[in-house]
């Protein structure tokens, strides 16, 4: 089976452009990933890479399917020069872990936390996984494997994740829309839930 982590990191390149810094993070007993930089003009993105090395399986299987199953990126894109952003390397590289650490399927409508700020000063602890597509387009492998799809992460406050809990998360991006929220803006503050 060919490793896909190749391929992957051509499309976040030809997507994003060549990234201007990577840290690598590796947990006891996973794999390691890789967090990698994107800056486009004021806007900074950064994009794991290892999260798609493995197809993310279904928790209460008995044993995890070498081959099927669903694979994902995550990308985070904030405005650049407002925060220390970058310290949400590791952070980032503990939610790209979680298929592997915790048998988590991350799919769009998905919330992950991280149980602390995304990075010093942040508001936010915990991200809405948004719908692939937008930004970096799935990446197509060879049958029987899944393509990897690149998930964009929003990040919420801790009154926005519990509306979220409530409403789901179609309603929170509405209202995020409706409000004209910069959901770039790395402190922003939550959006009106009254």
Known sequence: MADVLPLVEARLRSALGEPDARAAVTFLGTDRIEVLRFHEGDIVRYATLGMSARPMTDP??????????????????????????????????????????EGLVVAPGASLDVGEPLWPGAPF?????????????DLELDAPLEPVRFLPLLPM??????????????????????????????????????
């Open 60 to 101: 209460t299987a008995v044993i995890a399917d070498p081959v099927a199953g669903p694979r994902a990126e995550l990308v985070l894109s904030v405005r650049g020069g407002v925060a220390d952003t970058d310290k949400a390397l590791r952070p980032l590289a503990v939610l790209a872990a979680s298929p592997q650490v």
């Open 125 to 137: 602890t915990s991200v809405l996984v948004a719908e692939p597509g937008g930004l970096v387009e």
């Open 157 to 194: 406050t801790p009154n926005e994740a519990a509306w979220k809990r409530v409403h789901g998360a179609q309603a929170l991006q509405e209202r995020w829309l409706n409000h004209g929220t910069d959901l770039r803006d790395p402190s922003r503050k939550s959006v009106p839930l009254d």
